[in-house]
């Protein structure tokens, strides 16, 4: 039997800054069905879907569900509309209590004569959750005292409870335990048996071969195509995924023979790091004069590894030793022995926001200008480093609040130029940055390679890393789960083999 | 263990806990001073302004949780009781009611309002709201001058401290538990994103908790004034000095609220903190060691009750 | 017009800073602070500020009116600054009433040590300067007391004799008074301490007093001592004053007597307040400094035994000095190498409903001072000015307005 037209996508747009995160796609989703959504980090999956489900405004286009346009203002809005949507990080609010979790927003329908009837909230929370199997989470009893996994089914139950005509799982299972997973494929075939439509996200392939009925891809905003479940298999739909040209515009374009040079003097051994939850017995060494990739999905734990090698992993066990014997166990001992970090949460772990260029530059070098800092040399330090990398700037009194997302990046850089580091850990280096930056930032990598610099890069770009790197880790699940290098015949497939 | 463990889940641990710590704070000064501390009359006074500064804690409770400040307390406490003063002369016991809640929620209000419109953080808004408040006070004392009148004190001693306390108690609790207010404050204060998202109006809740901070401080004024007796106004921010005690409440509450009970956190903190003063005199101790001992007591209850996570940001 | 509300708030904003600026250059008038001598014989209006802890509580405001009345009748104009006696705010606020251009300024100051800002401050402004309710100790600041002597433009101190008044005090609460209110007849031995705020100068000397008097006492009594605890602080609330004589009470039911040393009136109405609520007016001496607008009431029905009070006209005194040296007066205007002027005032002790009435009648229904006596006290030698200070009493003020 044909299955009817449920919700339509025409022209959906979005942009943040420079960057175009969905491009004009249209899609369609029909009753009873399981769509899922996939496609590589930054293909515009999550932004496509939070339009849908009030989180983020729309740019441009229309979502014309059952017939009628909707541009919900918010998530409860949505709900409100039909529409419900289950994210990939923590969803519920501590403090509050699972029942006043499952009706934020909603608690109008309790309310009488401005009197909230708690015990009826707590009561049908609690009927609901038991209806879910899930009789064991007390409505009454604050959030916090249930661990993630169990937090996730309150969202899962207070998203699914009123039946809701679509239904988006942005990512949720790789949280989950089996148990999880399987309550939650327990509501996606329920509202697929109502005749409604989920619409699934997930990098797990076999996950997405189980439960789609069929499967859309983007790729760097763009609807790539739409397939039935029963025909593609999963290296197929990786292809699909991927498959762009690789422009070597801005790449290196050199394919040194690995198997004759002799790799450079280890510059930093990273041995059985593990960091509960995130990362689990990482080992590798990062040699001179090389550009040593570690590649993932966003959650592998790979912005993890940064962090343990400056020194600002918390918890973390295991050694990162330097070549001279030093143990890097805080940020001070990672800069003084010329380790540089760029964090991938730039504005808040990278750059004082709220602060000049100059400071930005100059701080980590201040300890080495002496007691008594010089306004004069201050400012010609920070001048002499802004300016090399050109930074497009009124002067380094500026606030760095006030540049754009590249030129913040140049700072970030300048800072670490302006100390001489000679090991470099860049993660996400070029997130968020137009093209013509991005080459600059290339090329300044290519020619810390050639003066014998360690550089690490960190990225969720697998273009990025096929282009730039020697050797590429591959990371799934906090373990390094493939060593790949650079040669002209490596792919994309390559590495999203290892990824997902 | 698995006791503790039930214990654990219990809605009432976060409030047997702090039993248990005013029990032992009770047995320390007890033991030291038998026959001076802590006989069942000697409680009730040490109670008795406790629950002054716990009906202040109550209101500070709603800004605080939402991670806001309001050190316009001190000077609202003033000017509120003033107000009491003045117009219980006019209209009475009414006068002495009304009056001071009334301008503790116009003052909220006011403070609500700045907070709204010039978005600049509340710290800043009510510490300049505050000097306002103070001259307002100067001004209101001309009128009313600074003693309240014999007739109107019975909110100073029991039963009238007691039942109006208990009814402040009893309305604090009902917003938090029964009210979209409650819920909201709450929310707010987890994530204000969330909240945003889930179509919580975050701008009139925020306005609406300040007006109930300083609504609860013109209560508190009815039992301040009718303890003391007196207010003179206070200028040049020494009204400061008067946000603090009810703000030792408020971190009780916050420290507790986790269990649930964030009043009656808020009450039984306020006791213990009544109760080592009480015990300090006892002990002929001098005030400086009385201040040192409480602000370690406090630190060491909020240490043991706050998830401190390792390198993570902390204001 | 429309107007974003960001730019509202930024117009908001330079408009109360320029209302701000202009009212400060309004208010710096004739512009005469910027002179080096500050002597006003030319004939334009003499300036004088007035730095205090508080202008509103009991004895600020009296402070301040009755210099404020002086002014009118003298044509002089005072500008007033509150500073809460925090000690980098009694420092401000002598460097904010030099720039606002006064040609002189009284001050009642926290700590000796802020002396010695405003002793430089007033030197390099060309500023007179007095003290009131306050004395810069030789003994415990022998630098700022050298600064103060070394100085053209430091006129002096009026202050009490706060050891003596503590001393009074101790001894009229340990008297047998068989006059007394019928409960409190006998002499206390067994005296409660309620202080203000911690370190505060004017307690330390009270303070000293009364472990004097103690002393004095058990000397001359040692089979029938006397005990003073140490102080506990009530701040300036009164609320915090109910409380700690409510703990006084709960800790020791034997006490007899309660000094509350001072802060402001508050504290000693929580106090008394709260004495009358435990049952306990009429069985325990209350004794304090700075009068109680009920002290009649309070004297009539046991609820106070004694205080002191009454010394508002210290500052009245200060300011009639620091007016002398801005009119030029040669008996008035420092040298170098003397402290300058001392006055020693007195206080006035009342412990009996006759006594209040007395004062009462002199000093609260009436001026003691009319605004004729006013203006012969501004014309006076030293001396004589002096004279007038210490023979200040009710029987002082009896004789000159009988």
């Known amino acids: 039997m044909e299955q009817k037209l449920l919700l339509h996508a025409e022209k959906i747009d979005k942009r943040f800054g420079p960057t175009h995160a969905v491009n004009e796609v249209s899609l369609d989703f029909l009753e009873g069905e399981v769509h899922a959504l996939i496609g590589e980090n930054g293909s515009g999956k999550s932004t496509f879907t939070n339009m849908l489900t009030g989180i983020l405004p729309i740019g441009s286009g229309t979502f014309t569900l059952m017939g009628h346009d909707v541009a919900p203002k918010n998530q409860v809005d949505a709900n409100h509309q039909g529409i419900a949507i289950v994210v990939q990080e923590t969803g519920t609010l501590g403090g509050l209590s699972v029942a006043d979790n499952m009706f934020l927003g909603d608690e109008d329908q309790f309310i009488r004569r401005g009197i909230k009837d708690t015990a009826a909230m707590n009561r049908k929370a609690q009927e609901l959750l038991d209806a879910y199997d899930l009789g064991y989470i007390k409505a009454t009893s604050i959030i916090d005292n249930y661990d993630f996994e169990d937090r996730k089914l309150v969202e899962i139950v207070k998203s699914t409870w009123f039946d809701p005509a679509v239904l988006v799982i942005d990512e949720t299972t790789t949280a989950l335990s089996q148990k999880g997973r399987d309550k939650l494929f327990e509501v996606m075939d329920h509202v697929r048996e109502l005749g409604h439509c989920v619409i699934f996200i997930s990098h797990d392939m076999g996950e997405v071969l189980k439960m789609a009925d069929r499967i859309s891809i983007l790729r760097d905003g763009d609807f790539v195509t739409t397939v039935n479940r029963e025909d593609v298999d999963e290296d197929q739909l990786k292809t699909l995924m991927v498959g762009r040209q690789m422009d070597d515009h801005y790449y290196r374009t050199d394919y040194p023979d690995y198997a004759r040079e002799q790799p450079g003097e280890t510059a930093v051994s990273v041995r059985g790091v593990t960091v509960p939850g995130m990362i689990d017995d990482v080992s590798f060494d990062l040699h001179r004069g090389e550009i040593l990739g570690i590649g993932g999905l966003s959650e592998c734990g790979m912005h993890e590894v940064g962090k343990a090698i400056f020194g600002a992993s918390y918890d973390r066990t295991g050694e990162v030793v330097l070549a001279d014997g030093t143990k890097v166990k805080d940020i001070n001992t990672a800069i003084d022995h010329s380790i540089a970090y760029a964090s991938k949460d730039r504005d808040n772990e990278s750059l004082l926001i709220n602060d000049t260029i100059e400071d930005n530059i100059a701080l980590p070098s201040m300890r080495d200008m002496g007691r008594v800092l010089s306004d004069k040399k201050l400012r010609e330090f920070s001048d002499k480093y802004a300016v090399l990398m050109s930074t497009k700037m009124v002067s380094v009194n500026q606030y760095v609040s006030a540049l754009s997302g590249g030129n913040k990046q140049k700072v970030v850089l300048a800072r670490w130029l302006g100390k001489q580091s000679d090991i470099l850990v860049l993660d996400s280096p070029t997130r968020g940055i137009d093209i013509k930056v991005k080459a600059a930032i290339y090329a300044l990598l290519e020619q810390m390679r050639k003066e014998n610099k360690a550089i690490l890069i960190i990225s969720e770009e697998i273009m990025e890393l096929l282009g730039m790197c020697d050797r590429i880790f591959v990371m799934k699940d906090g373990k390094i789960n493939g060593e790949l290098t650079r040669s002209p015949e490596l792919s994309e497939q390559d590495l999203i083999s290892k990824m997902v | 263990m698995e006791l503790i463990k039930r214990a654990r889940q219990s809605q009432w641990y976060g409030v047997g806990l702090l039993l248990i710590v005013t029990a032992l704070v009770w047995l320390v000064f007890k033991a030291m001073c038998p026959s001076t501390f802590g006989d069942p009359d000697q409680l009730l006074t040490y109670l008795q302004t406790g629950l002054i500064y716990a009906v202040g804690g109550c209101g500070l409770y709603f800004i605080v949780v939402m991670g806001l400040w309001d050190f316009s307390i001190g000077s609202v406490l003033v000017l509120s009781c003033l107000m009491a003063i003045g117009f219980s002369q006019s209209m009475g016991i009414l006068g002495l009611i009304v009056a001071p809640i009334l301008c503790g929620a116009l003052l909220g209000a006011a403070n609500g309002l700045a907070y709204i419109k010039l978005r600049i953080p509340s710290l800043i808004v009510t510490v300049g709201l505050s000097l306002i408040y103070e001259s307002l006070s100067v001004f209101t004392s001309g009128w009313s001058g600074t003693r309240l009148g014999d007739a109107y004190k019975m909110f100073g001693s029991y039963p009238w401290n007691l039942i109006l306390a208990v009814l402040a108690f009893a309305l604090c609790t009902f917003i938090l538990k029964y009210t979209k207010l409650g819920t909201y404050v709450n929310a707010i204060g987890a994530n204000e994103a969330t909240a945003k998202n889930m179509g919580v109006n975050v701008d009139k809740y925020k306005f609406l908790a300040f007006v109930l901070c300083s609504t609860f401080v013109g209560i508190m004024a009815i039992l301040y004034i009718g303890y003391g007796t007196a207010q003179t106004p206070m200028t040049g921010m020494l009204s400061q000095s008067l946000n603090f005690k009810p703000l030792m409440g408020t971190f009780f509450g916050l420290a507790f609220k986790k269990y649930g009970h964030p009043v009656a956190a808020i009450v039984i903190g306020e006791f213990i903190i009544s109760m080592m003063f009480a015990g300090f005199v006892a002990l002929g101790m001098p005030v400086t060691i009385n201040n040192v001992v409480t602000g370690a007591t406090l630190l060491a209850i909020i240490c043991i009750t706050t998830k401190r996570v390792k390198g993570a940001v902390v204001k | ?402």
């Not at chain 3, 904010?96 to 007033?122: K, P, R």
Request: hydrophobic share 35%; charged share 20%; with cysteine.
């Open chain 3, 1 to 402: 017009m429309n107007i974003s509300r960001r730019n509202f708030v930024k117009y908001a904003g330079l408009m109360g800073g320029a209302a701000g600026m202009g009212s400060l250059v309004g208010c710096s008038g004739s512009g005469s602070g910027s002179s080096s001598d500050s002597s006003a014989s030319s004939g334009s209006k003499i300036k004088i500020g007035v730095s205090i802890w508080s202008s509103t509580d009991a004895l600020g405001k009296l402070s301040v009116d009755i210099i404020q009345k002086a002014a009118d009748i003298l044509g002089v104009e005072v500008t007033t600054v509150d500073q809460g006696h925090v000690s980098e705010q009694v420092t401000a606020s002598v460097e904010t009433l030099c720039a606002a251009g006064c040609n002189g300024i009284v001050i009642c100051n926290s700590a000796d040590s802020e002396m010695t800002s405003a002793i430089n401050t007033c030197n390099d402004n060309g500023v007179y300067l007095a003290q009131f309710y306050r004395m810069i100790s030789k003994d415990a600041s022998p630098d700022v007391y050298s600064l103060a002597e070394a100085s053209k433009y430091f006129v002096g101190s009026v202050h009490e004799d706060e050891v003596g008044n503590g001393e009074k005090l101790i001894e009229l609460l340990t008297a047998d008074n068989a006059d007394a209110y019928k409960g409190l007849t006998k002499g206390a031995r067994n005296i409660k301490l309620e202080a203000w705020t911690v370190g505060d100068a004017t307690f330390q000397l009270r303070w000293k007093g009364y472990q004097s008097g103690v002393s004095t006492w058990n000397s001359a009594n040692p089979s029938d001592p006397v005990t003073l605890s140490d102080p506990v602080y009530a701040n300036t609330s009164s609320s915090e004053g109910t409380n700690v004589t409510q703990q006084f009470y709960n800790t020791d039911p034997k006490m007899d007597a309660l000094i509350v040393a001072g802060g402001g009136g508050d504290p000693l109405v929580g106090s008394v307040g709260q004495l009358a609520n435990m049952g306990l007016t009429g069985t325990i001496r209350v004794a304090s400094t700075d009068f109680l607008d009920d002290l009649k009431d309070q004297l009539q029905t046991g609820g106070m035994y004694c205080e002191s009070g009454g010394h508002f006209c210290d500052p009245l005194y200060s300011f009639l000095m620091v007016y002398a040296a801005c009119k030029g007066n040669s008996d008035f205007m420092p040298s170098a190498g003397s402290y300058g002027k001392e006055i020693l005032f007195p206080y006035v002790y009342v412990s009996s409903v006759s006594e209040y009435e007395d004062y009462e009648k002199y000093f609260v229904d009436e001026a003691p001072y009319t605004d004729d006596e006013i203006s012969k006290l501004a014309a006076m030698s030293f001396d004589d000015l002096d004279k007038s200070a210490t023979s200040l009493s009710i029987e002082d003020v009896k004789t000159r307005h009988a």
